[in-house]
C-alpha cells in the first residue's frame, strides 16, 4: 500500500488540503504534459531518460529526482535532522515513484474514457485555497500570482496537478464507497486493541564493555569513513537579509496640524457632548398586557416586582446611547427612553419584538470634547495609518524592483537598508557548533522561507509582523549536508567507535543470555552469571489499545511484545550503538470487544477506509496493466544513487 508520502501529496479535504496541497505543490516537483518517448537501452540512467510510460505521457528521471529531492527537503523542514539515507530507507522514493506512476496512469486512463476536468472546476478549486485569499476571504488574483512565484511554480503546472487530484478522486473515490465488513471480519481486530500483555525487558548496555584504551588513528578513519551518514551535519545556510519597519517612516508619519484638524472636523460628531442612559426593560407580547403591568408600576409597584408577579423578568441595558438603543431596539424606543427623566417609566412603545415598557434607572452625561483633550489619540491614530500606507507603498516599490530584476544587493543598497549576514544554520537555527544558540524572533521567521529557496532565487520580502515589520531576505553561503573533517570530531568519534565495539560485546552477551532463557534459565538467572554488572531486569507491558493510543508511539521494547509467540525471548537493539535488549513474553491475556458496540463501529469505520484504499490501489494495479504502462526496474535505485551523492556533499 502506499502509506505516508501518499497521504502527503494526496492530502485533499477542506482547509488541511489547502495547507497541505500547497506545501507540497512548493516542495514537489509538479508533473507537467510531457511527450512521448521511449526507453533507453544504456545502463546508466541520464536525466532525460524515461523512467514510465503511460500511453502519450512519460515521466523523467529528471522529473523524478527532483520530485524526490524537493519532497525529501519538505519532510527535513519538519525533521532537520533527517538524512536522505533516512528517507530511502523509509521507501520514500519508491513510494514517491508509484505514485508518480500511477498518477501518470489514471491521467491516461481518464484520457482513454473520455473524463475530462473542465477549467471552471479547476478555477473553483483554486479559489477555495486559503493561501490564495484575501483578509476578507475572497480569492486576490495578486496574491495567486504572488505566490505561485515566491515558489517558482507556474499557473498551468498547478492546474495539471490539480486536474489530475480531481481525476484521482472522481475515479478511485468511489470504489471505496459501501464498504460494509461483517462483524465476523472486525471483531477479531478489535478485539486485539482489548489484549494485554506482559513481559520481562533486561537492558545490556554498550557502556558496560567500553575500553580504556583509545583507538588508533587507523580505526578511527575506516570508523569514520564507513560512517559518515551518522556524523552527517544537515544542510547550513547564512541568511542575509534587510529589515524593514514602521520605525523607518516614524518622521515621515508624522500627522501636520492640518491633518490633526481635518481628522477631528470629519469626527466632531464623536466628540460631541452626549448623554448615555441605563434602563430597565421588560418586552410582552400584546399592548394589553403591556398596560396592566404599568399600571401595577404606577400604583406604586416597582417594574422588576410587577415583572416578576407576572412570572416574568426585566433586563437591564447599560451605557445605551440614543443610536445604540435606536440600532437594538427602535427609534420609537430610543425617543421614549431620552424623553423621560431619571427614575421615570417610558412606554409601553412598540418594539422589535413586542410591547416594551423601559424605566431610565440612570442618566451619564458626557461633555463635549475639545480638540487638545483628543489630540494625543487623533495623533495616535494618523500615524498608525501613514506608517502603514508609507511602509506598503516601500514593500511595493522594493518588489517591483526585484520582479524587475534587481538583485538582493541592489536593492539594499538602492533603498539604504542594513544588511545583515548571520552565522551559518541549520533549518531549525541552530548552529551545528552551537546546539545553546537560539535564533532571534526575526530569525525564527525568515528560516522557513529562506531554506525553501534555492541559491539562484530572487530575494523574498518575508513578513515578520504583518503591517508593521519584513525583511527583504535570500540565501547566502549555502553548505551542503556533509560530515566535518574528522579532526573536528575526533572526541566524538572516538566515543561513538569504542559504543560500536561495545555494542558488538552486547551483542553477543544478549545472544547468548537469549539461548540459555530459550532452554528454560530464568532470565534474571541468566543475568547474574552475565560476568559483568548490568540492569536487573524490568517488567513491562499493558494493553495493546493504551499502549499505541494515538500518534504516540510505544517504546520498542514493549512493541515486540504484541509480535512475540507465547513463552518466546528475542533480542532487540537499542539502537545508535547503546546495546541490546533481551525481552522475553511472560503472559498473554485475550480481549473480547463484543459487548463494545463502540469499539466495533470505530474499528469497521478504519477497516472500511482500509478497504477502500485497497480496492483503489487494485483498480490501480489493473489500469496500469491494461494500458501496459511500462517502468523502468532501474529508476528508484538510480535516484538513490544521485540524491545520497549529492545531499552528502559529493561532487
Known amino acids: 500500500m502506499l502509506t505516508t508520502f501518499r497521504r502527503l501529496i494526496h492530502s485533499k479535504v477542506g482547509a488541511i488540503f489547502a495547507i497541505l496541497f500547497l506545501a507540497v505543490i512548493a516542495a514537489a516537483f509538479i508533473l507537467g504534459d510531457v511527450t512521448s518517448g521511449k526507453f ?4 546508466m540512467l541520464g536525466n532525460g531518460e524515461t523512467v514510465a510510460k503511460a500511453g502519450g505521457s512519460r515521466l523523467t528521471m529528471t522529473e523524478l529526482q527532483d520530485r524526490v529531492q524537493r519532497v525529501f527537503e519538505n519532510a527535513r523542514r519538519s525533521d532537520p535532522g533527517m538524512q536522505i539515507t533516512d528517507f530511502f530507507a523509509q521507501g520514500g522514493a519508491a513510494q514517491i515513484y508509484d505514485q508518480l506512476v500511477s498518477s501518470l496512469t489514471i491521467k491516461e486512463y481518464a484520457k482513454d474514457q473520455g473524463v475530462h476536468i473542465s477549467k471552471r472546476l479547476v478555477d473553483a478549486q483554486i479559489a477555495q485555497i486559503p493561501a490564495f485569499q484575501d483578509a476578507a476571504g475572497n480569492f486576490s488574483q495578486d496574491q495567486f500570482r504572488q505566490l505561485l512565484v515566491s515558489q517558482r511554480i507556474t499557473e498551468q503546472m498547478l492546474r495539471d496537478d490539480i ?12 470504489l471505496g464507497l459501501g464498504v460494509k465488513l461483517p462483524d465476523s471480519m472486525v471483531l477479531p481486530y478489535a478485539s ?12 545490556i548496555p554498550a557502556q558496560a564493555f567500553l575500553e580504556e584504551k583509545e583507538p588508533t588513528d587507523a580505526q578511527l578513519d575506516t570508523f569514520y569513513k564507513a560512517n559518515a551518514a551518522r556524523f552527517t551535519i544537515p544542510e547550513q545556510r547564512r541568511i542575509r537579509y534587510a529589515v524593514i519597519d514602521t520605525e523607518r517612516f516614524a518622521q515621515a508619519a508624522q500627522p501636520s496640524e492640518a491633518e490633526i484638524a481635518a481628522a477631528y472636523n470629519q469626527n466632531k460628531a464623536a466628540y460631541a457632548a452626549k448623554e448615555n442612559r441605563s434602563v430597565e426593560q421588560l418586552v410582552l407580547p400584546t399592548e394589553a398586557a403591556a398596560k396592566a403591568i404599568a399600571d401595577q408600576v404606577k400604583a406604586g409597584k416597582s417594574l422588576a416586582a410587577a415583572a416578576q408577579g407576572a412570572g416574568l423578568a426585566v433586563s437591564t441595558l447599560k451605557d445605551q ?23 421615570e417609566m417610558a412606554g409601553p412603545v412598540r418594539g422589535a419584538l413586542g410591547w416594551v415598557l423601559l424605566r431610565v434607572t440612570a442618566v451619564q452625561s458626557i461633555p463635549a470634547k475639545a480638540l487638545p483633550t483628543v489630540r494625543g489619540e487623533i495623533v495616535e491614530t494618523l500615524r498608525a495609518q501613514k506608517e502603514k500606507q508609507l511602509l506598503t507603498d516601500f514593500t511595493g516599490k522594493i518588489e517591483d524592483q526585484i520582479a524587475d530584476g534587481g ?20 533549518a531549525d537555527g541552530k548552529q551545528a557548533e552551537d546546539q545553546l544558540h537560539e535564533p532571534t524572533p526575526d530569525m525564527k521567521a525568515l528560516l522557513a522561507p529562506v531554506f525553501a529557496m534555492s541559491a539562484d532565487d530572487d530575494a523574498q520580502l ?19 549536508a556533509a560530515p566535518p573533517p574528522l579532526a573536528k570530531v575526533k572526541a566524538l568519534v572516538a566515543l561513538q567507535y569504542k559504543l560500536n565495539q561495545g555494542n558488538r560485546k552486547a551483542k553477543a552477551l544478549a545472544e547468548d543470555i537469549r539461548a540459555k532463557v530459550a532452554k528454560g534459565m530464568k532470565l534474571a538467572d541468566a543475568i547474574a552469571q552475565a560476568g559483568v554488572k548490568l540492569p536487573p531486569p524490568q517488567v513491562l507491558g499493558g494493553r495493546r489499545a493504551d499502549i499505541m493510543r494515538g500518534e504516540q508511539r510505544p517504546p520498542a521494547e514493549v512493541a515486540i511484545l504484541f509480535s512475540m509467540a507465547q513463552g518466546s525471548v528475542k533480542t532487540l537493539p537499542i539502537g545508535q550503538d547503546r546495546g541490546y535488549f533481551v525481552v522475553q513474553l511472560n503472559a498473554i491475556k485475550s480481549g473480547d470487544a463484543k459487548d463494545q458496540p463502540q469499539l466495533l463501529a470505530q474499528v469497521r469505520d478504519q477497516l472500511g477506509n482500509v478497504v477502500g484504499e485497497e480496492y483503489g490501489q487494485q483498480f490501480e494495479r489493473a489500469v496500469e496493466k491494461r494500458m501496459g504502462v511500462k517502468r523502468n526496474a532501474n529508476a528508484v535505485a538510480g535516484v538513490e544513487r544521485a540524491l545520497t551523492a549529492t545531499n552528502s556533499g559529493a561532487q
Open 462 to 480: 518575508v513578513p515578520i509582523t504583518p503591517d508593521k515589520r519584513y525583511a527583504l531576505a535570500a540565501p547566502g553561503e549555502i553548505v551542503a
Open 321 to 343: 446611547s440614543r443610536e445604540a438603543l435606536t440600532a437594538s431596539a427602535s427609534k420609537a424606543v430610543a425617543d421614549a427612553v431620552f424623553a423621560a427623566k431619571q427614575g
Open 40 to 43: 533507453g537501452t544504456g545502463s
Open 163 to 174: 486536474s489530475r487530484e480531481i481525476l484521482e478522486r472522481q475515479m478511485l473515490a468511489p
Open 407 to 426: 538583485t538582493f544587493e541592489e536593492v539594499v543598497k538602492d533603498n539604504g537598508l542594513k544588511l545583515e549576514t548571520t552565522p551559518l544554520l541549520l
Open 192 to 203: 486485539l486493541l482489548l489484549e494485554a500483555r506482559q513481559g520481562t525487558v533486561a537492558a
